[in-house]
């Protein structure tokens, strides 16, 4: 079992709509998680972090965790044709590290 | 304030050869991660120096090396180049604290290509 699973799309999504990524992983003592956005060619942007359980937002943006689960999510609403990337979740076990462990990223296609 | 800076953008080598990367981190971080992305692999953790010391380690060869300087900045090294390290080499900085919150902040990459 990989240590951080996300489904690797593509997922296409018409403009507008609210587009839904996933991801699960197996440490239950991981601490925090984080959602990249990576466009082809370039290195990878932080969209947000969560670490307690429940909804985050930012913008756009809204990352879900439940911890209980072990799945993070992120949703985009009204997306938009500039959203077209890879999203990349990563998840740190510990505290005190730089050590992300990350999926295998999920490419999102949002079609004008 | 500036971004992670890494040098240079794009090398061609060798097999056999050895390089050297370098990495700034954003002005107040002393953590300083290093990570390759391939298409198969996708992104993997090499190692972390944080205060000139490696902190954590991944699962590379020997041949991965790296070294933090007092001012924050880090290089890594690979000898005897393999044709399979031909990849996205990526640096990411954090901080001040290194705690759970704290996200890391990717550098634009260095692209080795290995002939």
């Known amino acids: 079992q990989k240590e951080v699973e996300q489904n690797s799309g593509p997922l296409s999504v018409p403009e507008g709509a609210i587009a839904s990524l996933n991801c699960t992983y197996s440490?239950?003592?991981?601490?925090?998680f984080f959602w990249y956005r990576q466009y082809s060619g370039k290195s990878p942007e932080l969209i947000m972090f969560?670490?307690?359980?429940g909804d985050k937002e930012d913008g756009r943006f809204t990352a879900q965790l439940n911890k209980a689960s072990q799945y993070v999510s992120l949703l985009i609403r009204d997306s938009q044709p500039s959203d077209s990337a890879t999203y990349l979740c990563a998840v740190k076990t510990s505290s005190n590290t730089g050590k992300l462990i990350f999926g295998q990223g999920t490419t999102l296609q949002v079609k004008p | 304030k500036a971004g992670v800076t890494q040098t240079p953008r794009y090398l061609i080598k060798t097999r056999g050869q050895q390089v050297t990367l370098s990495c700034s981190p954003i002005?107040?971080?002393?953590?300083v991660s290093w990570y390759q992305q391939t298409p198969g692999q996708g992104l993997q953790f090499l190692f972390e120096?944080?205060?000139?010391?490696?902190?954590n380690k991944g699962n590379f060869p020997g041949r991965f090396s790296g070294r933090q300087f007092s001012n924050s900045r880090s290089e890594m090294n690979v000898s005897t180049l393999e044709l399979g390290d031909s990849a996205l080499y990526l640096c990411?900085?954090?901080?001040?604290?290194?705690?759970?919150?704290?996200?890391?902040?990717f550098g634009n990459g260095t692209r080795l290509t290995v002939t």
């Open positions: 120096y944080f205060s000139e010391t490696q902190r």
């Open positions: 990411a900085s954090s901080g001040p604290g290194t705690g759970h919150t704290s996200p890391l902040h």
């Open positions: 969560i670490y307690s359980n």
């Open positions: 440490d239950r003592g991981s601490q925090s």
């Open positions: 002005s107040g971080h002393r953590s």
